[in-house]
Each structure stands twice: as structure tokens, then as C-alpha cells.
């Protein structure tokens, strides 16, 4: 997304300089037309180091997993971040994600899906389905969740890969929050007391339900209220 923001910005520029420069063989009237077109684009620009308004995050509920589960965690996500709409219509869990020998979906096909139901914000997809990721131990490896890194998107699934057990409430909830946090831009965290740690392929949460400081500095400048 800061690639993108970052070439319509280099294209403003050029826009700009392209402008200016034709402007020497114009009439006076196009001219003029045209300094004001350069003005508006320049106003624009300077605009751009006003806070932005906050990005809303879309909660998509998949179709097992149930409504009343959804309003709860969209309820929770509203106490730390000022945007967030819970779609009320379910939408299909992708069928070329599933993985029947093991009865799983494809995390990254999960989130290629939900790409364009960002709304220019954030897409955070709920299951009740294990997800999975290749990792060094296996290509179809349960995990609690999944994000692209800074691009928008998150799925999380209410059940635990390795006992198909559901996770608790406080689970889940630390669960979303984590991936957001990694959807919003964080990497894992060193600090064993925050949410942002690394699961390290286990059934690891965080000793507490909180970001560390740092964690906590980088969301709120994107609109958290941590
Ligand atoms: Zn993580
Ligand atoms: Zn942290």
C-alpha cells in the first residue's frame, strides 16, 4: 500500500512537471487554467502530511462461522479501534482453498480472496475451518491464524489445529488482535508480554493480553486506541 501511495505521489510530481513544462506554448487563457489545475494538485499534496481519516476494518464472517460470535468480536474490536463494520452477510469459503486429505483450507488462498473486499481499509475473515501454511515442518501446517504482512488482511479460526478443540473466548479475541496487528504493519514481537509474540507453531498465546509499548505506540499511530 506505501508502494502505491508512493508512486501516485512520484505521478503527481511528474503530472505537475509535465504541466509546467507545457505551459510556455499555451494561450494565456490555458495558461491560466492550467496554474490553477497545478495550484490544486500542489494544495493536495501538502494535504497529504494532515492525518489521514481512519481506514475502516470489514469483519467478513465465512459461512460456518456463527453470527452471534462474529458481533461479539466485532464489539471487542470497536473497544481499541474507532472503525470497524461486521458485514452481515456470510461469503463462501473458497472451494479450489480446501484441502481435503487433511480437511483444511490454504491460509494465503484465504487471504488472495479476501484482498478485494478490503473497501480500501482492512479484511479480517472469521472461520470456524482450520486454516493452514507451508512451513519448515509441513506444506499444509494447522495454524491459528494468517495475515499478509502490512497488506490489509487477516483470517483467524475459532478452532485449535492440533486438538480441534475451540478456543476460548480470551483466545480468540487475542487472536484477532494479533493478526490486525500484523495486517496493520508489526512484525513479531520479542517481548514475551505481548500479543504480537511469535506462537512458534505451538499453542502459545501471550502471558498477557496486551501490546508492549511499542507495539502499542506503532498501532495507535494508525488510529488504535491502545
Ligand atoms: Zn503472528
Ligand atoms: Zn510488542
Redesign the pocket.
Given at each position: 500500500m506505501r508502494t502505491k501511495k508512493h508512486i501516485s505521489v512520484i505521478a503527481t510530481i511528474i503530472l505537475c512537471v509535465i504541466i509546467v513544462a507545457c505551459s510556455g506554448e499555451q494561450s494565456r487563457d490555458r495558461q491560466e487554467e492550467q496554474e490553477k489545475q497545478v495550484t490544486a494538485k500542489t494544495t493536495s499534496q501538502q494535504s497529504k502530511s494532515v492525518p489521514q481519516p481512519i481506514a475502516t476494518i470489514y469483519i467478513y464472517r465465512y459461512d460456518d462461522f456463527p453470527e452471534a460470535k462474529a458481533e461479539q468480536l466485532k464489539n471487542e474490536l470497536q473497544e481499541v479501534y474507532p472503525s470497524v463494520i461486521l458485514v452481515k452477510t456470510s461469503i463462501p469459503l473458497p472451494k479450489e482453498c480446501y484441502y481435503k486429505p487433511r480437511d483444511r483450507y490454504k491460509g494465503t488462498g484465504l487471504l488472495d480472496d479476501l484482498m478485494k473486499f478490503r473497501n480500501g481499509g482492512y479484511a479480517l475473515g472469521l472461520t470456524r475451518k482450520i486454516i493452514y501454511d507451508r512451513n519448515e515442518i509441513s506444506s499444509t501446517f494447522g495454524v491459528f491464524g494468517i495475515s499478509y504482512i502490512g497488506d490489509s488482511v487477516s483470517v483467524i479460526s475459532s478452532l485449535r489445529p492440533k486438538t480441534l478443540k475451540p478456543l476460548s473466548d480470551d483466545e480468540i479475541q487475542e487472536l484477532m488482535l494479533h493478526e490486525l496487528g500484523h495486517a496493520f504493519g508489526?512484525q513479531h514481537?520479542?517481548?514475551e508480554r505481548?500479543?504480537?509474540?511469535d506462537a512458534e507453531h505451538g499453542n502459545k498465546f501471550a502471558q498477557t493480553q496486551s501490546?508492549?509499548n511499542?507495539?502499542k505506540k506503532y498501532l495507535n499511530n494508525k488510529g488504535w486506541k491502545l
Open positions: 508489526l514481537c520479542k517481548n505481548c500479543m504480537m509474540v501490546f508492549c511499542d507495539c
